[in-house]
């Protein structure tokens, strides 16, 4: 029947992971990546084995079509995977920033709850049509297609079995289920799992899909039910990254796996020890936090602070824990460097981390870490990872650029001298404010007027000690839309600025990006 790249029978003991980061993840109010970080993070993912790259939505900007075409042209082993509604347009589209991937795939979804009926204004029938009509032109397309359901979980379930089983005899050889509300519980997402394999003729033949969001903070539990239930592809992404309430977390899925196997015997491809890295990459260039108590990837998921269970940990490891740090990466030694550590040092430090540095961006963060080791006596991994932070989210293509700043601050009031560059052009402001990091970002706005609004200030100490770095990270908004910044250094204002600036210069990204009909829930479907 079809000449998909997985097949049923190939997964009978497998669950195919389908990364969804670069689309769904991406979604996230402020979450917009530059196309240099989704090539980057699409790279680390098929190395750590992910079996489906979801690499954007190509008919949603020119720059989420280029970004796609060039994470399919440089795929390895993963499938290159583009979203697009039930239209032909999208459908084509899609096919054209895929096509060249070695092992293409073409994900096309319609909403098919009553009330997504409503929205589209499509009777029963006239869906069915739809979904005939459209998974048939992506199969004429594509070998590899995958139909998913959006807000399957509140379709009514015969009319989900007569959907699924149009898509499966139009072609289709993935079949998702997705919980786009995060409504389920791990009992019904096993049951509607269950309920399709049983009445959908054809459904042995194909792979039912999960993805779930985590809106009741269910998204892996009913993952993992589904599983149990028969499905055979988690749609997750790193940390949990997606709208509201996030998606699934791959980390948490394959880790539930590799711990409870003698419960759930089913293998994937992950290389697992990849995870802490790509993490760490993806909160980096997405700026959103890991949360510290974040299952698996939280700063705390390893730290054993009451006496007992430092006391149960050093005479058994396994007393309090059910993994080991090394499992997901945590390279147990964290060695300091200092300023007389040399390049190879920190390119094999680096690598340990998992960053593979070009020559040119060696010399780059060589010349950052010598400027940091002069201010701080001991360099940790910490450290570097901030650094490493701070070059990706900053860089010397950006609009705006920090050149100098002074400040004065204390009990006689707060002002700052600031020089900047727009677009390669000097400016200089003298502001005051209320307080200095408020005068900082005055004399930003001085240089550079923007109407963005402020949401979110928030620093961290990245290490312990008066000279440790600190992170800033800010969140602002402009007509809806939500960008973020960060920045680190030794210095709390000078990252504050940098934090800011990086911000506006993802803003400035965002306003060229041209997004006719991005908003994938918001969609019109009018036509084929
Ligand atoms: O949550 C959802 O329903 C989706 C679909 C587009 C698959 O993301
Ligand atoms: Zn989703």
Known sequence: MTKSTFSAAQTADRVLIFDTTLRDGEQSPGATMSHAEKLEIAGLLDDMGVDIIEAGFPIASEGDFAAVSEIAKNARNSVICGLSRANYKDIDRCWEAIRFAPKPRIHTFIGTSPLHRDITKLSQDDMITRIHDTVTHARNLCDDVQWSAMDAIRTERDYL??????????????????????????TESAEIIQMLLER???????????????????????????V????????????????????TALEEVVMALKVRKDLMPYQTRIDTTKIMNLSRRVSQVSGFP???????????????????????????????????PADIGITETNIAMGKHSGRAALRSKLSDLGYELAENQLNDVFVRFK?????????????????????AANTDSDVLQVKWLRVVCGSEGQSASLKMTVNGVEHSAETVGDGPVDAVFNAVKAIFPHAARLQLYQVQAVTEGTDAQATVSVRMEENGRIVTGSAADTDTILASVKAYVGALNRLILRREKTAPDADVKGVSYKSV
Do not use: W
């Open 290 to 324: 890991v949360q510290f108590n974040k299952a698996i990837v939280g700063k705390n998921a390893f730290l054993h602070e009451s006496g007992i269970h430092q006391d149960g940990v050093l005479k058994n490891v396994e007393t309090f824990e059910i993994m080991r």
């Open 200 to 226: 959908v003729p054809g459904a042995d033949q194909v792979i039912f899909a999960t993805h779930c969001h985590n809106d009741l903070g269910m998204a892996t539990a009913n993952s993992l039910a589904a």
């Open 228 to 247: 149990a239930a028969g499905a055979r592809q988690i749609e997750c992404t790193i940390n949990g990254l997606g709208e509201r309430a996030g998606n």
């Open 161 to 186: 079995c007569r959907v699924v089983e149009t898509a499966i005899k139009a072609g289709a050889s993935t079949i998702n289920i997705p919980d786009t509300v995060g409504y389920t519980l791990p």
């Open 371 to 391: 400027a940091l080791a002069d201010r701080k006596k001991e360099i940790y991994d910490e450290d570097l990872t901030a650094l490493m932070t701070d070059s």
